[in-house]
């Protein structure tokens, strides 16, 4: 089956440097989606990408979706001690139907 | 609004006994979905419901039943409780059951079976 996998499974840096995840698919995607998790808390859907090649900004948050849909990064300009949490990729293969969660990437920032 | 509410939010249970966990949402989505979150595994689909009256099973659905008997409620039961289905659950929904709808997820029920 679809599986969608996420590197690296965490990260720790220092409050102010940037940070990258990233997720790649054996099979082309339709759409990708973000979650953001906090500690103790419960997922929280970020953004979502449909066309291959596509990049969102939010704010220092930047969202790639790969040429061939099959991967996608999330790129963190500029760690805050706000950003701390896991962040989940989740895909659906094109003859799919349900959302394949990655494993998540936790991101520790110290100040 | 309150949007998911999941009940209990934590419990021990002996392994054996039956155990239902509640889940409810405010927002009329048409589809619902249970997750289990364990470390390292990150968050696997255990069954799902695209629309009332109708469930399909996930990745990992051995040990649990849903139902959906109407668009509010999707309550997952336990029938017999083992140690391995100590986790964290998570319920969500979605406005309609298509890859591209958002999932929103209540705060989880912490499951320990002993």
């Known amino acids: 089956g679809q599986q969608v996998m996420q590197i690296p499974q965490y990260q720790h840096v220092q409050e102010g440097e940037d940070f990258t995840t990233y997720c790649n698919s054996s099979?082309?995607?339709?759409?990708i989606q973000w979650y953001k998790q906090r500690p103790g808390g419960h997922p929280v859907f970020l953004i979502q990408?449909?066309?291959?090649?596509e990049v969102k900004k939010q704010k220092r948050l930047t969202f790639q979706f790969g040429e061939a849909k099959k991967n996608s990064s999330l790129h963190i300009t500029a760690t805050q001690t706000t950003d701390v949490g896991t962040y989940f990729c989740?895909?659906?293969?094109?003859?799919?139907?349900?959302?394949?969660f990655g494993k998540g990437t936790s991101l520790l920032v110290t100040p | 609004t309150a949007g998911i509410t999941q009940a209990p939010t934590s419990q021990i249970l002996a392994a054996g006994r039956s155990m239902t966990l509640r889940c409810t949402q405010d927002?009329?989505?048409?589809?619902m979905y249970w997750y289990r979150q364990d470390l390292g595994l990150g968050l696997r689909l255990i069954h799902y419901?695209?629309?009332?009256?109708?469930?399909g099973k996930g990745e990992v659905p051995d040990g649990y039943s849903v139902s959906r008997a109407n668009t509010d409620d999707f309550p997952l039961t336990l029938a017999s409780a083992v140690p391995s289905q100590t986790s964290v659950y998570f319920c969500?929904?979605?406005?309609?059951?298509?890859?591209?709808?958002?999932?929103?997820f209540g705060p989880g029920t912490r499951l320990t079976v002993l």
């Open positions: 419901s695209n629309t009332a009256g109708t469930t």
């Open positions: 969500a929904s979605s406005e309609g059951f298509s890859p591209t709808d958002t999932q929103y």
């Open positions: 099979t082309t995607l339709s759409n």
């Open positions: 990408l449909v066309k291959s090649g």
């Open positions: 989740a895909g659906t293969a094109n003859s799919g139907y349900a959302l394949n």
């Open positions: 927002m009329r989505h048409n589809a």
